[in-house]
């Protein structure tokens, strides 16, 4: 069965440079969440999205922008970044109404030196 | 804002033996689901188990438990016949039901249980 897909798995940025980070969900879902986890810590919400509308926003930082496409797909945009902001950045897609099991994609490592 | 603690950084248990691990959460809301997640080294977020708030029946998955207690705001997880590849993180997280117009609200996690099962 296809799964929740992360483009890049590794990325490495410098500081004040920007990255984007893509999401594609499982085909019919409508949700993406986007989680940020730092080393040894629990994963923190950022944003979701229902039906390409932004639905919930967490502890997203104002340099960090994300956006959902009509195909569904999502970007994390992040800019001006900071050594801080390294971590794994999972994506998660569910389908909303029917089901509300996050499945979780094998996340993004970002690591910013 | 809801909160989620899980007192037990670390556990460790010989292979085949009964395990719990505690969690506990905080929230005024009255709807929600509750959710057991296992991220082995691969790092990969798989979830273990899911209980909805207005069931009263504790929800299994095979080896896997829980003790939902609503009034107590508490929801633990029992690994029976623990196997050495249950060994990883746990991550206990809520998430509040949205009705109006649809939409998603984020999961809040605890900081994690590093379970670890010696052969």
């Known amino acids: 069965a296809a799964g929740v897909i992360q483009s890049p798995r590794h990325l490495i940025k410098e500081k004040r440079e920007t990255a984007t980070l893509k999401c594609y969900p499982i085909?019919?879902?409508?949700?993406v969440y986007w989680y940020q986890q730092g080393p040894g810590q629990d994963p923190q919400f950022l944003i979701s999205?229902?039906?390409?509308?932004?639905?919930d926003k967490g502890s997203i930082p104002d340099r960090f922008s994300a956006q959902q496409f009509s195909d569904y797909h999502s970007e994390l945009n992040m800019s001006s970044l900071e050594l801080g902001d390294s971590a794994l950045y999972f994506c998660?897609?569910?389908?909303?109404?029917?089901?509300?099991?996050?499945?979780f994609g094998q996340g993004t490592r970002l690591t910013v030196v | 804002a809801q909160t989620v603690t899980q007192s037990q950084p670390e556990m460790s248990v010989q292979e085949a033996e009964t395990v719990t691990l505690s969690c506990t959460y905080d929230?005024?809301?009255?709807?929600?689901?509750l959710f057991w997640y296992k991220q082995p080294p691969s790092r990969q977020m798989i979830l273990v188990i899911r209980?909805?708030?207005?069931?009263?029946q504790n929800a299994t998955e095979n080896r896997f438990s829980v003790n939902f207690q609503k009034a107590a705001k508490s929801f633990s997880l029992k690994i029976s016949d623990s196997q050495l590849g249950d060994t990883a993180m746990y991550f206990c997280?809520?998430?509040?039901?949205?009705?109006?117009?649809?939409?998603?609200?984020?999961?809040?996690f605890g900081k994690g249980t590093h379970l670890i099962i010696q052969p």
């Open positions: 998660a897609s569910s389908l909303e109404g029917v089901n509300t099991e996050a499945f």
């Open positions: 085909p019919r879902h409508d949700t």
């Open positions: 999205f229902y039906e390409k509308m932004q639905s």
């Open positions: 929230t005024s809301e009255n709807n929600y689901y």
């Open positions: 209980q909805e708030a207005y069931k009263q």
């Open positions: 997280a809520f998430m509040k039901i949205m009705y109006s117009g649809g939409g998603a609200d984020g999961l809040t």
